[in-house]
């Protein structure tokens, strides 16, 4: 039995806690805000994000930093990512030597263009900081829906310890030194699926959809090698793997703004819609910049930029990404 506290107490956090719950591990809910902790301790429920799911009485929900920090075996964050950093400085003076923090957001910091673990790192640089990523909606992974994950750490042993804490019945854990690859993978899909919602509520079909998802695998896996990332990553759960769920989902947040958008909405009429962080849009900025800063060419991504913050039609986007020069699929091969 290990002590794990969750940093954040959104859907995600709560999918987590009842997981790690239900393996028998002694678990703590922290959430900065006050009305969100008092209906979790009333109602053992939020009815809004996860309808039906209960937590457990032995799980605490908890306001006092300090407490639900100290003496815990990890700490998960699962805030959203904008709010990563500011989380690390709030529990920087709660933080032991050697402390495991997994990070289970997924993102990009569009000041400093950094990854989330190097984040935590910079903030708390006593702990270990591992991540958690994969095809794993929190709607599904709160109802026992099999589900598999990989958890990136900087050594085995690490990952090992966390992937005894999380593996399920439901729940299979992998695990990997691609701590960097494993990031990106789970933040670049987030635009990709953008561009997926947007094709679908534009309503066009397979083909086009299939074809946005096999060149979206081709652009995230060219700027992620460029920045330290391997293949393998790419092409496992935390890429293609969290992609394809997340450009074909009813619960994917960043899949269905870009459907509002193809739709006709505004990016603005969307976010009011959705009513939650869409990280697709945070990440879409920071991912055109990285693009530029390793001279790597992301058509797709430049393309959702301009549909996000230039005011360019889906329609003439689409056009541009078609008729744009012809190229060879892979420069790779050759005749």
């Known amino acids: 039995m290990k002590r794990i506290c969750f940093l954040g107490a959104g859907s995600w956090g709560i999918a987590l806690a009842v997981l790690c719950e239900a393996n ?69 003076p709660f933080i032991q030597e050697g402390q495991i923090i997994v990070n289970a957001a997924k993102g990009i910091e569009d000041t400093t263009l950094m990854t989330l673990c190097p984040i935590i790192e910079q903030e708390l640089p006593q702990a270990d900081v591992a991540v958690l990523s994969g095809p794993s909606h929190a709607e599904e992974v709160s109802r026992g829906a099999p589900t598999t994950v990989v958890v990136g750490a900087k050594s085995e042993k690490t990952a090992v310890f966390i992937q005894d804490v999380f593996m399920g019945k439901n729940f299979r854990v992998y695990v990997s030194p691609d701590i960097i690859g494993i990031e990106l993978g789970g933040a670049l899909k987030n635009v990709i699926a953008l561009a997926a919602g947007i094709l679908d509520g534009m309503g066009l079909g397979d083909n086009t959809k299939a074809a946005l998802m096999t060149r979206g695998i081709a652009e995230i896996s060219r700027l992620g090698m460029e920045m330290g990332g391997k293949m393998e990553s790419f092409f496992g759960l935390s890429g293609i793997g969290d992609l394809i769920v997340t450009c074909t989902s009813k619960h994917s947040r960043n899949h269905n703004c870009g459907y509002l958008l193809g739709k006709g909405k505004t990016l603005e009429e969307a976010k009011r819609e959705i009513r939650q962080v869409i990280e697709g849009v945070n990440c879409a900025r920071a991912a055109m910049a990285l693009a530029n800063r390793h001279h790597v060419n992301m058509p797709i991504v430049e393309q959702i930029n301009a549909v996000l913050f230039d005011g360019k039609s889906v329609e003439q986007a689409l056009s541009d990404l078609i008729l744009r020069e012809r190229v060879i699929e892979y420069q790779s091969l050759s005749w």
């Open 24 to 92: 028998g591990h002694r678990v703590t809910v922290w959430s900065k805000t006050k009305e969100k902790v008092e209906m979790l301790r009333e109602k053992r429920e939020d009815a809004n994000r996860l309808p039906g799911i209960k937590l457990p009485e032995s799980i605490v929900i908890e306001d006092d930093l300090e407490k639900a920090c100290s003496e815990k075996d990890i700490l998960v964050f699962s805030v959203a990512s904008p709010y990563i950093r500011s989380t690390a400085r709030l529990v920087k």
